[in-house]
């Protein structure tokens, strides 16, 4: 007979107590599954990622090339459509990122998530595992955007250092905005109310952001308001990255340092709340 569970030796520290190398190695494993699994599901659908360019190719190719010619935003030194590309590429890790919580409740329905969360892996890496995931779509947009950028003769930086940081924030921009979806997706729990906050949040985020516009001509309110806003550390960052010669509005370490505070700060949120998806 095999022997029960409750006759297992109790290691020290407590019941939960594992050895540091154990917690790591199984976290690592965790991640790689996550991120193995998303990959399959990617490579199952890729008109996915075919449909996701739709939208930031009409914003840079129409928006932005009418704002280029009249000149209606000022810009400083850079023309509209380098302001811009930098802007879009954050909001499409946004909107992907944000409705991350539509594929949580589907998996909750699905039973995925409760093998998730059977198995010895900590439940904040198990958490982290799933918000850095995320990123392989921002990855993908990235890639399209850059290639509309030059298709559209907007100057960018190709510098290999300049490349690390825009792939370190949409990693970080990723993590945030998927984090905050899975936490609004564990609180509601269906997919039709997830929808409604979806949609309610993406368009004030992006607005009340830097991305379309400079925070210098903003009223003073927007201005708190842009500042309050993670989306404006994320669209600074990779402005400050992507265009030789922009002025940034925040310094690069506080652009880097709010949005990995604040996925951090998401990630422990949701390792708490994170059972409930699969009740």
């Known amino acids: 007979m095999q022997q029960s569970v409750l ?7 407590g019941p939960d107590a594992t050895p540091v190398a154990e917690v790591v190695v199984g976290g690592a494993a965790q991640i790689a599954a996550v991120f193995g699994y998303e990959v399959r599901k990617l490579a199952h659908d890729p008109s996915e990622l075919l449909m996701r360019a739709v939208q930031p190719a009409l914003w840079l ?14 810009t400083g030194s850079l023309t509209y459509l380098e302001f811009l590309t930098p802007g879009i590429l954050a909001q499409s890790v946004l909107f992907v990122a944000i409705f991350y919580g539509m594929a949580s409740i589907r998996e909750r329905e699905l039973g995925i998530v409760t093998k998730f ?23 993908s947009q990235a890639v399209i955007i850059f290639l509309l950028a030059l298709a559209l003769s907007v100057h960018l ?5 300049a490349i690390l940081g825009v792939l370190v924030a949409i990693v970080l921009g990723a993590a945030l905005f998927s984090t905050l ?33 400079p ?9 708190y308001v842009s500042y309050a806003n993670p989306l404006s550390y994320l669209v600074d960052a990779l402005r400050t990255l992507m265009v030789p010669g922009a002025a940034s509005t925040f310094p690069l370490a506080v652009d880097f340092g709010v949005l990995s505070g604040v996925a951090l700060a998401l990630i422990v949120i949701e390792s708490r ?3 409930r998806m699969a009740q």
């Open 117 to 139: 969360l059977v198995s010895p892996t900590p439940r904040v890496v198990l958490v982290g595992g799933r918000a850095l995931s995320a990123s392989l779509r921002g990855f």
């Open 157 to 161: 930086n190709f510098a290999p250092l």
């Open 7 to 13: 006759n297992k030796p109790v290691p020290p520290g």
């Open 273 to 275: 709340l994170y059972p």
């Open 215 to 223: 925070v210098s001509i903003m009223p003073l309110w927007l201005r």
């Open 181 to 213: 979806s899975m936490i609004i997706a564990s609180l509601v729990k269906t997919q039709e109310r997830f929808l409604g906050i979806g949609q309610l949040m993406t368009m004030p985020l992006f607005f009340a952001s830097n991305a379309i516009y």
């Open 61 to 74: 190719v129409v928006f932005g090339s009418v704002f280029t010619q009249i000149h209606a935003i000022p």
